[in-house]
């Protein structure tokens, strides 16, 4: 049974769920994509996502016609396996149709591509076994790109992200829920006098880039909050 974190765009609220591995996943409708698939190879017991990436999910599943394999969807910072800003670990992206015929995955990727649905489709050129698409939002911090700044008050997915991270340093957030608070603040102040970076309590570029080099791949703590 996984506990799913889902950040509802249109509330601007964080919902949770429990379904099963078998079951779709919250928003998901006709079953086309249940929680094992969007889990992938992460063992976490908790996962989130948003409920217009779930929308965008239903929207070119019907667009295509029929199933559409997934290769990786959810991944948290500390299981790694992505970049250090992926929008994987936002939950709001997916690598699909790896077991497609060249010409059927082209296919997917011409529907991706022309759909209107998702935020970003990668060149073909860059993934020529898989189909990347994903639904991530908010202005990056970095010129860069990645994800968007966060302060006190902020919710969302990116906030879950920067809490995972902090609780795995040992910087405690008192919860896994997407929110923003005083405790979370007061976590990023801390982690960044530790870094020796401005500590203003908001999640910039610098601070951002930090905490993923710090995380992504090392594995969770005792401090880690399953």
């Known amino acids: 049974m996984a506990k799913i974190l889902v950040f ?11 379904r099963g591995e ?5 928003y ?12 992938g ?11 217009r990436c779930m929308q965008s999910w239903n929207s070119q599943r019907y667009i295509f016609g029929g199933p559409i394999p997934v290769g990786f969807a959810f991944k948290r910072p500390y299981e790694g396996g992505h970049g250090n800003q992926s929008q994987h ?16 995955r082209r296919q997917l990727w011409n529907s991706a591509n022309n759909s209107g649905v998702w935020y ?31 302060r006190r008050g902020s919710l969302s997915n990116y906030v879950l992200i920067a809490q995972d991270d902090l609780n ?11 929110i923003f608070g005083s405790a979370t603040q007061n976590a990023v102040i801390n982690y960044q006098r530790s870094k020796g970076l401005t500590s203003d309590g908001i999640i910039g570029c610098n601070t951002w880039r930090a905490l993923q080099e710090d995380v992504v791949g090392t ?3 005792s401090t880690t909050i399953n």
């Open 168 to 178: 795995t340093l040992g910087y405690r957030t008192n919860g896994l829920d997407g």
């Open 120 to 150: 970003y489709v990668e060149p073909i050129t860059l993934t020529p076994t898989w189909v990347h698409f994903d639904k991530r939002f908010g202005k990056p911090a970095c010129s860069s790109g990645g994800y968007p700044t966060l």
């Open 8 to 18: 509802n765009n249109d509330t601007d609220r964080m919902e949770t769920y429990y």
């Open 219 to 221: 594995g969770k703590t």
């Open 41 to 51: 190879s992460s063992k976490s017991n908790i996962l989130w996502t948003t409920k």
């Open 28 to 39: 998901n409708t006709n079953n086309t994509l249940k929680v094992r698939e969007f889990r």
């Open 89 to 104: 670990y936002a939950g709001v992206a997916f690598d699909v149709g790896q077991t497609l015929s060249t010409a059927t």
């Open 22 to 26: 078998s079951e779709p996943m919250p």
